[in-house]
């Protein structure tokens, strides 16, 4: 496909597989991008990056702490399952050992915040179809 024909796919649909596709075009022809791919890029980009969030709504750095606070209370939990702890003692026994152990970062909360990051990551990975145990 032609960069034309990318554009008038975009200008057509509004869809960003066009933009995508254009990208990847110009980077195996190894030519810069076109101005409008340029723009079109930006014009998609840009609200998403200055969006305020609304209230009780995470920013998008904001998103990324808690994603890697879940993961790290996700990891925690499963390791202390593995040992043979129950599921509810695992929570409290998560947060225990994260209000004491200052030096691995303390993604804070008690037993409720550990639990809630824990269904988060495993509703994830089971729509992504990811094990939910390792």
Not at 3 to 20: A, I, Q, T, V
Not at 43 to 67: F, H
Request: aromatic residues 12%; hydrophobic residues 35%.
């Amino acid at each position: 496909m032609t960069m034309e024909r990318y554009r008038s796919f975009y200008e057509r649909y509004k869809h960003p597989d066009g933009l995508r596709e254009a990208l990847w075009q110009c980077q195996e022809d190894k030519v810069p991008p076109p101005d409008w791919l340029v723009e079109a890029i930006e014009s998609m980009i840009m609200p998403l990056a200055m969006r305020r969030p609304g209230r009780g709504q995470l920013s998008p750095n904001e998103l990324v702490w808690q994603d890697a606070y879940d993961k790290v209370r996700w990891y925690k939990v499963m390791m202390l399952r593995k040992q043979g702890v129950s599921a509810r003692e695992s929570f409290q026994a998560a947060a225990d050992y994260f209000a004491r152990a200052p030096e691995h970062g303390n993604p804070g909360g008690g037993a409720d915040a550990i639990e809630r990051s824990y269904r988060r990551i495993r509703r994830r990975r089971k729509q992504a179809g990811l094990p939910l145990k390792f």
